[in-house]
């Protein structure tokens, strides 16, 4: 079981790359039991969705 900070880490890296699939099933099974990484996972996908839509220079 991944800790918070692993999951965390994961999520973030997640961003830059695409994960593994052992390293998606682990967030995934982590997420399913931690309401506090799964509120950081949606303030991650909220913050990548503003920043999509924000104008270029």
Known sequence: MKT???VHR????GQDRNLSFIERI????????CG???RFEAQ???LRQ????FPGP
């Open 44 to 46: 991650m996908d909220f």
């Open 36 to 38: 506090a990484c799964r």
């Open 50 to 53: 503003a920043l999509r839509r």
């Open 4 to 6: 918070c900070k692993e």
């Open 10 to 13: 994961l999520v973030s890296e």
């Open 26 to 33: 682990a967030v995934r099974v982590h997420l399913m039991m």
